[in-house]
């Protein structure tokens, strides 16, 4: 089955509508971007009630922002893993460690804003957990799978035909770095690097990640290769 891939900028953060049989959303951006949501439903001509399941990659502002202004206009259900749901239905702002010098710089340097954001609370209604949950009952012909490392409870959407949704499991933007590569921030680098490994064995061929432009696989294989 084709999957129609809609890239949507909500805030600081790329999110994705996937249109197959039925639509799903990954990601819920920055907050107060509702408005920013429906313009972008209308340009690609897809009503909200389409959307049945908003998959949240993790549980950092710039990814949750705006889920609950979306499910209340969707209707959709939201999946979120169980380690980090709380950040959502509690409202609760989570500054990931930095993981490179970079990292730890422009953390110290988010940090004195972090005060300014605010998350309106939601329900989660699928908690997800280590085992993969399949989406093809949401009319869409892939997974989610649990790939932490960025944060303890990072999903991504695997596609079968190739098309990987990975949150913030890698980075492809300025100010975060030049280039496709590991993210800046995060709990456990090794792990990363474990989860890039698995969206490989999975079948992933082109990765979208949450900030900068999607990429070839074949940068997580190049990069692997040179660590191993």
Not at 150 to 176: K, Q, R, Y
Not at 188 to 212: F, K, N, S, T
Request: charged share 25%; proline share 6%; glycine share 12%.
């Amino acid at each position: 089955m084709e999957v129609e891939v809609f890239p949507v900028t909500l805030g600081v953060t790329n999110s994705y509508i996937l249109k197959g049989h039925g639509t799903v959303l990954v990601d819920g951006g920055a907050p107060g971007k509702i408005k920013d949501f429906l313009k972008e439903l209308k340009r690609v001509g897809i009503d909200p009630g389409e959307i049945g399941i908003v998959v949240l990659t993790h549980g950092h502002w710039d990814h949750i922002g705006s889920a609950a202004e979306i499910q209340k206009v969707t209707g959709a259900r939201i999946a979120m893993h169980a380690a980090e749901k709380f950040q959502l239905e509690e409202s609760r702002l989570v500054m990931p460690p930095g993981a490179c010098l970079w990292g730890k710089v422009f953390g110290r340097i988010l940090k004195f804003f972090l005060h300014l954001v605010k998350i309106a609370p939601a329900k989660v209604d699928i908690v997800l957990d280590r085992r993969d949950f399949s989406l093809k009952s949401y009319g869409i012909p892939g997974k989610i799978i649990h790939t932490p490392g960025h944060s303890p409870g990072s999903v991504s959407v695997i596609l079968d035909t190739g098309e990987a949704f990975v949150g913030d499991l890698a980075m492809n933007a300025l100010p975060m770095r030049i280039g496709p590569g590991l993210p800046i921030f995060g709990n456990d680098m090794e792990q990363v690097r474990m989860c890039w490994r698995r969206v490989l064995d999975m079948g992933g061929e082109r990765i979208y990640p949450a900030h900068g432009k999607p990429f070839s696989a074949e940068v997580f294989r190049r990069k692997l290769a040179r660590s191993s």
